[in-house]
């Protein structure tokens, strides 16, 4: 399924399923941390965003909906992804002392606890992965509230996700994650029984 005309026809029928209660459909964010979380360097800023109301969204948001008892991705996210407004982005900005040069829609905060550059490469290997990107929006999108975050609406992540392979900004994982959706939710482990 690398057409991405498609992945949007059958985002379509997923969509029409969904209203048609095709699938029982919870949120469970209580593994979104990883077991390392405490000792990773943008875990204030996580937490932090997240009580001033940021809006969880992509890979790890996904990762919260649980569609018939079943997890909707396999994968570990290796990120963060929030919404933000104007105003939460200055706030951000301005108490972790993040330079921020108003006019970027997305401000990426990356962190480690170690990198090193193997041999002749110019691309660093990093040990304690803990990204995170503050998407700007005017409005925050809808969302379902978890026990600890808020997590985007499933449409607005998978809307997101085909702009992001419009625009070919990181074109195989967005796809990657898009066709294991489409193949979960056309299986019929999924299905209401």
């Known amino acids: ?21 095709k699938y029982d459909i919870t949120i469970n964010d209580s593994s979104l941390n990883d077991k390392f ?3 990773k360097k943008n875990r204030k800023l996580i937490e932090y965003a997240n009580s001033i109301g940021a809006v969880l969204t992509g890979s790890r ?11 909707m991705l396999d994968r570990k996210p290796n990120d963060w992804d929030f919404i933000i407004t104007k105003q939460m982005a200055f706030d951000i900005c301005d ?8 006019i970027d829609k997305v401000i990426n905060v990356d962190s480690q606890w170690i990198s090193w550059y193997p041999g002749y490469s110019t691309v660093p290997n990093r040990l304690g992965i803990q990204d995170v990107q503050l998407i700007i929006e005017d409005e925050l999108p809808s969302f379902i509230q978890g026990e600890k975050y808020k997590i985007a609406d ?8 085909i702009e992001s392979i419009e625009r070919g900004k990181n074109k195989s994982k967005h796809k990657y994650d898009l066709n294991k959706i489409i193949v979960k939710l056309n299986s019929k482990i999924y299905e209401n029984t």
């Open 95 to 102: 108490k972790f002392d993040i330079e921020y040069n108003l």
């Open 1 to 21: 399924m690398n057409n991405l005309t498609e992945i949007k026809s059958y985002f379509r029928d997923i969509k029409m399923s969904f209203l048609m209660s």
């Open 37 to 39: 979380h405490f000792l």
């Open 154 to 161: 499933f449409n607005y992540i998978i809307g997101h996700k």
């Open 61 to 71: 948001a996904i990762s919260s909906y649980i569609i018939n008892g079943k997890s």
